[in-house]
């Protein structure tokens, strides 16, 4: 069945997402944080029908995976004549021929013209895994810097480089025991209680300053770990000279930058890596999430120089299967025949002027900011900017009752990551359901 609209049968969640939910609750893990009720049955574009029949429309993409809209049929294709191939033989021990053809593909649409290599695995938290031991491998080196308020993940080396809150790290400690942070130019809330442009990235003086020179001795640190815009932490872009700065230190210190690309990667910003719109080249990049429309894969991509360690250093016996391959290669080939990142960047800059029209109407929308389709509002209380938590979640409530798919970021911020084919139309449903929430909370019904 082709969908056109959301379309709500029944109040979610409805009796039979209800009866899933309570089985699940008794079965999985505590630890899932689940924000919604969604129990997905089908997909197909934009749009998501749960177990009642109530038809979503996805402005979340599943957090930025399926970017190409849910299920495209190149994707399924090039999956089924692999499943009728060959599903597995393992990559520590032999060759495959996907693997081999989607490197060279990807090396073609990352940034720098130098020579790479790539790893696979099969998780973004995996991919950061990757890139922080093999930058302790080729730098012999000990520390490593990441940003407050990152996301990268939850397995122990990703986890001790995430500081978006504290359930993620308590009672975890001791992590990877030699990671420092430093504040991500969060120009809406500085630290440091300066303005933009006229601070001249002072936050950036306390890598500079203080880390480098007082804390992590520059010659003993191994990488800065970052996020060209910080998802998890509320879709926070930094100002443009931000990364090339920041590559400028990393070079004139032999520092690894490592680049998280785990959400912003693969046409979400209106490039295919933000990397490209902020005009750098990182040492080694992670990625997943879009890579393979909703497979479990993910990559570290490095200079080759910087890839040198030895057989037996990191391997995994899932990594890089043939049919995660094949629908990794249909993806770039989708966002190169479907000019996806002329449309995420032309769909992106339609969806924030909306919002910031948006927000002349109502002063609960505090900041509205993105590149392409990552686009981020954050929700205040009031002209002292206090966030506006029970109101963002207000708004993901009734937003989810009326039809709409939204998923919260930072504090008191909402992601907006539609797939990247949306149309004007369906972004206009989409705003006109934000929009009939926001009159709903602000008129304290
Ligand atoms: C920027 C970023 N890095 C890493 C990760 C971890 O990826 P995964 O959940 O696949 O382990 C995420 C997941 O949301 C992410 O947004």
Redesign the pocket.
């Known amino acids: 069945m082709a969908y056109t609209q959301p379309r709500i049968v029944v109040d979610p969640p409805g009796p039979k997402a209800q009866a899933w939910i309570q089985r699940d609750e008794s079965m999985l893990s505590p630890s899932l944080t689940r924000s919604s009720q969604l129990v997905g049955l089908r997909a197909e574009g934009v749009f998501v029908e749960d177990v009642d029949g109530n038809i979503f429309l996805d402005f979340g993409s599943g ?1 930025a995976v399926t970017g190409l809209g849910h299920r495209h049929p190149d994707v399924i294709a090039a999956v089924k004549k692999q499943l009728d191939q060959l599903i597995f033989v393992n990559s520590l021990d032999y060759f495959t021929v996907p693997q081999v053809e989607y490197a060279e593909m990807l090396f073609k649409v990352t940034p720098g013209n130098f020579r790479k290599r790539v790893f696979y695995c099969n ?3 995996e991919a ?1 895994d990757t890139a922080i031991k093999m930058a302790k491998w080729h730098t012999r080196r000990a520390y490593g810097i990441g940003y407050i308020n990152g ?4 397995t122990i080396g ?1 986890v001790s480089f995430t500081t978006t809150g504290a359930p993620a790290r308590r009672g975890f400690a001791p992590m990877y025991p030699i990671g420092h942070f430093v504040p991500y130019p969060y120009c809406y809330r500085c630290l440091f209680n300066r303005e933009y442009p006229s601070c001249d990235l002072y936050c950036m003086n306390y890598l500079t300053d203080i880390m480098l020179k007082k804390i992590t001795p520059a010659d003993e640190v191994a990488f800065i770990l970052v ?1 060209p815009i910080q ?2 932490g509320g879709y926070i872009v930094p100002p443009k000279e931000f990364l090339p700065r920041l590559q400028q230190i990393c070079r004139d210190q032999g520092i690894l930058l490592i680049l ?1 690309e ?2 912003s990667g693969f046409g979400r910003t209106g490039k295919m890596f933000a990397s490209q719109a902020f005009g750098i080249e990182p040492d080694i990049m992670a990625v ?2 879009a890579l393979a429309h909703g497979l479990p894969a ?1 990559a570290a991509i490095a200079r080759a120089e910087v890839m040198n360690w030895e057989p037996g250093a990191h391997e995994g016996t899932l990594n890089g299967g043939p049919v995660i391959m094949e629908a990794a290669k249909a993806v770039l080939q989708v966002i190169a025949k479907e000019k996806l990142l002329k449309k995420s960047a032309e769909q992106g800059a339609y969806l924030k002027d909306q919002l910031l029209q948006l927000q002349k109407r109502y002063p609960l929308i505090g900041d509205v900011r993105g590149l392409g389709l990552m686009v981020g509002i954050e929700l205040i209380k009031d002209s002292r900017k206090t966030p506006a938590l029970k109101e963002r979640n207000k708004l993901l409530d009734e937003a989810f009752k009326r039809g709409l798919l939204l998923l919260g970021a930072g504090e008191s911020s909402i992601r907006l990551a539609p797939p990247l084919i949306i149309t004007r139309e369906q972004i206009d449903i989409g705003l006109s359901i934000i929009e009939d929430c926001l009159k709903r909370i602000t008129s304290g019904r």
Request: proline fraction near 0%.
């Open positions: 957090i998780s973004g938290s950061i996301f990268h993940g939850r990703a996020e998802g998890a998280d785990v959400q997943s999430k993910g």
